[in-house]
């Protein structure tokens, strides 16, 4: 079954891309792609999209997800960042 990604919730789920904008596809390819309840996603004051310490807290955590699959390619050149 399908439960927020935060808190387990399985109300109101949306889906968020971990990575978003120019690495829209990325997160899609890599199934770095959660689903969120619409509190923890687009909601002030905790939501992903308002609250950048959970933003970056999910960031984190789908960067060392994709590093620990993946460990012949490179996060940093694919996505051109480093949270980490
Ligand atoms: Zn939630
Ligand atoms: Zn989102």
Redesign the pocket.
């Known amino acids: 079954m399908r439960e927020c990604y935060i808190c387990g919730s399985t109300y109101c789920l ?1 889906q ?2 971990v990575f ?1 904008a120019s690495n829209r596809k990325n997160s899609e390819k890599y199934g770095l792609v959660v689903d ?1 309840c619409h509190f923890c ?2 909601e002030s004051p905790n939501g ?2 308002f609250n950048r310490e959970n933003d970056l807290k999910l960031k984190r955590e789908f960067q060392q997800r994709f590093e620990d699959d993946h460990p012949e390619l490179s996060f940093i050149e694919i996505f051109g960042r480093n949270y980490l």
Do not use: I, Y
């Open positions: 949306e968020h891309h978003p969120l996603h687009n992903v999209h």
